[in-house]
């Protein structure tokens, strides 16, 4: 008679998966070490450094936009005149069909529409220190924020 009945397979079975799922977690963080309070603080810093070039540029400010070298504006406008704190920027709502900008839209065009179109401004690349230094600062605006339509 064989060893091997419908509940010892099962159970043989049951514990080889969670052998099976060990192996996957140990070797997923194998080669990972482990963030030091130094490491995060500098990763932080660095970060904060990128919001608040974001903000300088979100508000307007005009030496940042020069040494950065990108014109966000022709009319005088800024950002935050529509979007104060970035407001109804809804970062985590891209990629998606924006029926302002007519297609299929990253948050990064979405900048770019804005500084073109309502600011004049020339647009920017997308892969610029100005471009990442403003989608981190509106980022980090709505940090902790949650999209719930219709409530104010």
């Known amino acids: 008679m064989s060893d091997f009945t419908p509940g010892r397979l099962a159970s043989l079975s049951g514990g080889l998966a969670v052998i099976a799922m ?6 997923a963080r194998a080669d990972k070490a482990p ?5 995060l603080k500098t990763y932080h810093d660095i970060f904060m450094a990128e919001v608040r070039k974001g903000d300088l540029l979100f508000h307007g400010d005009a030496a940042t936009a020069k040494k950065m070298h990108v014109t966000l504006s022709t009319t005088g406008m800024a950002c935050a005149m529509c979007h104060p704190m970035a407001a109804d920027t809804h970062p985590a709502s891209f990629p998606k069909f924006q029926y302002t900008y007519g297609k299929f839209a990253t948050l990064r065009d ?21 471009m990442k230094a403003l989608e981190t600062y509106i980022y980090w605006s709505n940090s902790g924020s949650v999209l719930d339509t219709g409530q104010y």
Request: glycine share 4%.
């Open 35 to 39: 963030i030091t309070p130094q490491q």
């Open 22 to 27: 060990t192996l996957v977690v140990v070797s």
């Open 110 to 130: 979405m900048i770019n529409w804005c500084i073109t179109h309502p600011n004049q401004g020339e647009q920017i690349d997308t892969d610029s220190e100005a």
